[in-house]
């Protein structure tokens, strides 16, 4: 009994003597120095390259600049002067045009004059038939062919070279009527007895006047002829 009591005080006794000594808690002495260990700065480069600011977006209520307003094209220039000694030459059929024989006054009743610009050039007074009004030079709207021409001509005449003059009065759709024989050559050759035949089929533009149309004025018609075939 008292063996095994020795024992277990033999036992306790190393267990005691094997067992770490207890921990103590050091406060600080008096003037003992306290490092405390920081995370470690990044080091900077030696030359930062600078960032790209971002351009700025235009506000949505500004207003877009003006576009360039592109230059004038350059005034033309001034025409040339007609050199003095110029003659101009006159239309065939003028030569004998006498101004003062042209009756003066406003047009008949008869002369009706329509306003457009149906793009014939400007006439200009051509002469003048006995009682009628003011004659001016005819200008086609649509030329007569050969064959409207040669279906008139003369039975009795062959090869012959000349021309026929007529003046008839402008109506409506370029059509032309009231036409008078005024001159041929050879004289009593029927040449203007042929164009007067075929003036049904004539188209010719109303003589211009400051920019008006006079339909119902008067024009002259000539039609040439080289060895019988119209030109």
Same mark, same amino acid.
């Given at each position: 009994m008292?063996?095994?009591?020795?024992?277990?005080?033999?036992?306790?006794?190393?267990?005691?003597?094997?067992?770490?000594?207890?921990? %103590?808690?050091?406060?600080?002495?008096?003037?003992?120095?306290e490092?405390?260990?920081?995370?470690?700065d990044?080091?900077?480069?030696?030359?930062?390259?600078?960032?790209?600011? !971002?351009? !700025?977006?235009?506000?949505?209520?500004?207003?877009?600049?003006?576009?360039p307003?592109p230059?004038?094209?350059?005034?033309?220039a001034? !025409?040339?002067?007609?050199?003095?000694?110029?003659?101009f030459?006159?239309?065939?059929?003028?030569?004998?045009?006498?101004?003062?024989?042209?009756?003066?006054g406003a047009?008949?009743?008869?002369?009706?004059?329509?306003?457009?610009?149906?793009?014939?050039?400007?006439?200009?007074?051509?002469g003048?038939?006995?009682?009628?009004?003011?004659?001016?030079?005819?200008?086609?709207?649509?030329?007569?062919?050969?064959?409207?021409?040669?279906?008139?001509?003369?039975?009795?005449?062959?090869?012959?070279?000349?021309?026929?003059?007529?003046?008839? %009065?402008?109506?409506?759709?370029?059509?032309?009527?009231?036409?008078?024989?005024?001159?041929?050559?050879?004289?009593?050759?029927?040449?203007?007895?042929?164009?007067?035949?075929?003036?049904?089929?004539?188209?010719?533009m109303?003589?211009?006047?400051?920019?008006?149309?006079?339909?119902?004025a008067?024009?002259?018609? %000539?039609?040439?002829y080289?060895?019988?075939?119209?030109?």
């Amino acid at each position: 009994m008292f063996l095994v009591v020795g024992l277990h005080a033999l036992l306790l006794l190393l267990l005691w003597q094997m067992a770490p000594p207890a921990m %103590r808690i050091l406060e600080p002495r008096k003037g003992a120095i306290e490092v405390r260990l920081l995370p470690n700065d990044p080091i900077p480069s030696p030359n930062p390259q600078p960032r790209d600011k !971002p351009t !700025p977006e235009p506000a949505a209520g500004a207003q877009k600049p003006p576009a360039p307003v592109p230059p004038k094209a350059p005034a033309p220039a001034n !025409p040339p002067a007609v050199p003095e000694g110029y003659s101009f030459k006159l239309m065939e059929g003028m030569e004998k045009f006498d101004l003062a024989q042209l009756p003066k006054g406003a047009p008949s009743a008869g002369t009706h004059l329509a306003t457009g610009d149906s793009g014939a050039p400007a006439a200009l007074e051509g002469g003048s038939i006995p009682g009628k009004e003011r004659l001016f030079p005819a200008q086609w709207q649509r030329k007569p062919t050969r064959a409207e021409l040669s279906a008139y001509f003369p039975k009795g005449l062959r090869a012959a070279t000349g021309f026929g003059m007529i003046a008839c %009065r402008t109506i409506a759709n370029y059509r032309v009527d009231d036409c008078e024989e005024l001159e041929q050559s050879p004289a009593g050759s029927g040449l203007a007895g042929a164009v007067r035949q075929a003036a049904w089929q004539f188209r010719v533009m109303p003589p211009r006047v400051g920019g008006r149309t006079l339909v119902g004025a008067w024009v002259r018609i %000539r039609i040439d002829y080289t060895q019988g075939v119209p030109e």
